[in-house]
């Protein structure tokens, strides 16, 4: 939902409460401020929905689908600059030195997207869930919700990559002048972003699924489960990283 939206739904809510105070009749009364409440509450949890997606960079107006299966990033959520974020041609087409070009950088983009999404979910703490405000703790949640679409689209797009690479596109890291430039084999690389990607979807359905816990134990185990993923995402993302030859570094390198 975007600001119009909220707008108009804060002057419904203007105008309900005037119809309200110009209501005569208990019954009345009551039913105008019943709808009053509704109206009220709504345009609060959208309000809490269009913030959460605004400070997580993401498009307020919805979910936006990129050609290719990969995500939009907004501002400070999106990959580094200088990273492409155009859609990934394959390698094939008759093997030319351009497309390979563009499949490198494609794959080096979503590299990059990869370490975004874990350094994200490795900021969250869902055992300090309890001490948030209301306002917060439904921010938190709306944020668990989107790092699921998020690795969701990542790995639908690292399938397709799997998929171009297994065409024998080639990654070459750099090297000094002069030296022998051993090539990575792309499918290696793509192999070890899928291994990080599978690791980060399954931490975030833990996140998510620590919202709708019924006790104290099953957040504990779930907390527990979604840490080991975040973890477990950082080896592989570490290798692929290092078969792109741009320089990214893992947190805890």
């Given at each position: 939902?975007?600001?119009?939206?909220?707008?108009?739904?804060?002057?419904?809510?203007?105008?309900a409460f005037i119809?309200?105070?110009?209501?005569?009749?208990?019954?009345?009364?009551?039913?105008?401020?019943?709808l009053v409440l509704?109206?009220?509450?709504?345009?609060?949890?959208?309000?809490?929905?269009?913030?959460?997606?605004?400070?997580?960079?993401?498009?307020?107006?919805?979910?936006?689908?990129?050609?290719?299966?990969?995500?939009?990033?907004?501002?400070?959520?999106?990959?580094?600059?200088?990273?492409?974020?155009?859609?990934?041609?394959?390698?094939?087409?008759?093997?030319?030195?351009?497309?390979?070009?563009?499949?490198?950088?494609?794959?080096?983009?979503?590299?990059?997207?990869?370490?975004?999404?874990?350094?994200?979910?490795?900021?969250?703490?869902?055992?300090?869930?309890r001490a948030l405000?209301?306002?917060?703790?439904?921010?938190?949640?709306?944020?668990?919700?989107?790092?699921?679409?998020?690795?969701?689209?990542?790995?639908?797009?690292?399938?397709?990559?799997?998929?171009?690479?297994?065409?024998?596109?080639?990654?070459?890291?750099?090297?000094?002048?002069?030296?022998?430039?051993?090539?990575?084999?792309?499918?290696?690389?793509?192999?070890?972003?899928?291994?990080?990607?599978?690791?980060?979807?399954?931490?975030?359905?833990?996140?998510?699924?620590?919202?709708?816990?019924?006790?104290?134990?099953?957040?504990?185990?779930?907390?527990?489960?979604?840490?080991?993923?975040?973890?477990?995402?950082?080896?592989?993302?570490?290798?692929?990283?290092?078969?792109?030859?741009?320089?990214?570094?893992?947190?805890?390198?």
């Amino acid at each position: 939902m975007d600001s119009p939206a909220l707008i108009a739904l804060y002057l419904i809510t203007g105008v309900a409460f005037i119809g309200a105070l110009n209501t005569r009749g208990r019954g009345r009364v009551l039913l105008a401020a019943l709808l009053v409440l509704a109206c009220l509450l709504t345009a609060l949890w959208q309000t809490t929905l269009w913030r959460a997606r605004l400070a997580a960079g993401l498009p307020t107006g919805g979910v936006v689908e990129v050609s290719g299966g990969g995500e939009a990033p907004g501002p400070g959520r999106g990959a580094p600059a200088g990273i492409p974020a155009s859609p990934l041609p394959g390698p094939g087409a008759g093997g030319s030195g351009d497309l390979r070009e563009d499949f490198a950088a494609g794959v080096t983009g979503l590299v990059a997207r990869a370490l975004v999404l874990r350094a994200d979910l490795a900021a969250e703490d869902p055992a300090r869930a309890r001490a948030l405000s209301d306002s917060a703790y439904r921010a938190f949640e709306a944020r668990a919700g989107e790092y699921v679409l998020r690795s969701r689209r990542l790995r639908e797009r690292a399938a397709t990559l799997a998929s171009a690479a297994a065409a024998g596109t080639a990654i070459r890291s750099p090297a000094p002048a002069g030296a022998d430039l051993s090539p990575v084999s792309s499918e290696e690389v793509v192999e070890s972003l899928n291994e990080a990607l599978q690791s980060l979807v399954v931490a975030a359905r833990d996140l998510r699924a620590f919202f709708r816990a019924t006790g104290r134990e099953e957040e504990q185990r779930l907390g527990a489960s979604f840490r080991r993923g975040v973890e477990a995402a950082a080896a592989p993302l570490r290798r692929a990283a290092a078969g792109t030859g741009a320089g990214f570094s893992v947190p805890g390198d």
